[in-house]
């Protein structure tokens, strides 16, 4: 492809994009390929959704399937089941898969991040998660913000076990921990902690960050050699769709969480993939060396921390 004939081509993207429409591209005239693409209740389910409501997938030569999960660990079943193709995910639920059934899916993009928090309610007088020594922290177990807790309070000097009572919840409960007295604090992750802040005043004392991955299965890629790019062109495109039309997307996703938009924009824009974006040059979606050694240090801390039972071979390029 000649530089003109690519810089014309990247112009009617655009123009395209802005108008909130997806046709398809001469490079993606074949057979369109079916792809079962899951996500969860969580930021992370931004970008796939927007990929359905937008059109863009179809323009890519995808015939997608969408299915909503509540949460990570159930979708990485379904992937385990070959009842889905792609999971929008992060790092523990992909831990604890490989180490499970290795080589059976590999992340083929990471979607930034966003992150987690330790609440406690409006007026505690608890200010660090040593304040909470000996108190009740309500989570869940063999999730993401599970594995930092335990990072956080064995780098206080201090024993998950027997310095704090850890309450394994499911994540749609653990407000109720707040609320009922269940708990003196809660680990949520977002877009419900700015909810919570917003609505009910209960206050942030430590905050990490959230790391979105997305995840296919090996057999799959097998079949389908064509669907990684075509995948990973869509993404890129979805990701300017949302920075040029947020306030579409906002409204999508805050239907689907029952969220209001005002909040979903806030949020996004506080995700690293999104800041500076404003073509499909400036998405950068890969999941890299960086990555891929941050996700082998998580590997390593899951087996350490007893997430994991057997210690996972790195990934590897």
């Known amino acids: 492809m000649s530089i003109s004939h690519f810089l014309r081509h990247l112009l009617l ?12 591209s001469s490079d993606y005239a074949d057979t369109a390929i079916p792809i079962r693409i899951a996500y969860p209740q969580a930021l992370n389910g931004q ?9 863009i997938a179809k323009s890519k030569g995808l ?4 299915t909503f999960f ?30 499970k059934q290795p080589n059976k899916a590999v992340p083929v993009a990471n979607l930034g991040h966003a992150s987690y928090s330790l609440l406690v309610p409006k007026g505690a007088s608890e200010k660090s998660l040593a304040d909470l020594k000996g108190k009740r922290i309500a989570l869940s177990f063999g999730s993401d913000s599970h594995l930092d807790l335990l990072r956080s309070i064995r780098n206080q000097g201090l ?30 992750r977002q877009p419900q902690v700015t909810r919570l802040e917003k609505e009910f005043g209960l206050r942030n004392i430590q905050t990490w960050p ?25 993404l890129c495109e979805t990701v300017v769709y949302i920075t040029r039309n947020e306030d579409q997307a ?35 979606i890969e999941f890299d060396a960086v990555y891929r050694q941050s996700f082998n240090d998580w590997l390593a801390a899951s087996f350490e921390n007893g997430l994991i039972k057997d210690r996972v071979e790195p990934l590897k390029e």
């Open 13 to 24: 993207c655009s123009l395209l994009l802005n108008a909130g429409i997806a046709l398809a």
């Open 47 to 55: 970008i796939p959704l927007a990929l359905d409501k937008s059109g």
């Open 63 to 66: 015939d997608a399937e969408y």
């Open 70 to 99: 509540q949460n990570g660990p159930p979708m990485m079943e379904a992937l385990a089941a070959g009842s889905v193709d792609v999971v929008v995910s992060s790092y523990q639920p992909f831990a604890t898969f490989i180490s």
């Open 159 to 188: 024993n998950p076990a027997s310095d704090f009572k850890l309450l394994n919840m499911a994540p749609n409960e653990l407000n109720l921990a707040l609320s009922q007295g269940f708990a003196e604090a809660a680990l949520i």
């Open 210 to 234: 959230h790391y979105f991955l997305v995840i296919a299965s090996s057999d799959f890629l097998a079949r389908q050699p064509a669907a990684k790019e075509r995948l990973l062109d869509a």
């Open 250 to 284: 906002a409204k999508w996703f805050g239907e689907r969480l029952r969220l209001s938009p005002e909040i979903v924009k806030t949020l996004s824009a506080q995700n690293p993939l999104f800041k500076g974006v404003k073509d499909v040059g400036d998405v950068h």
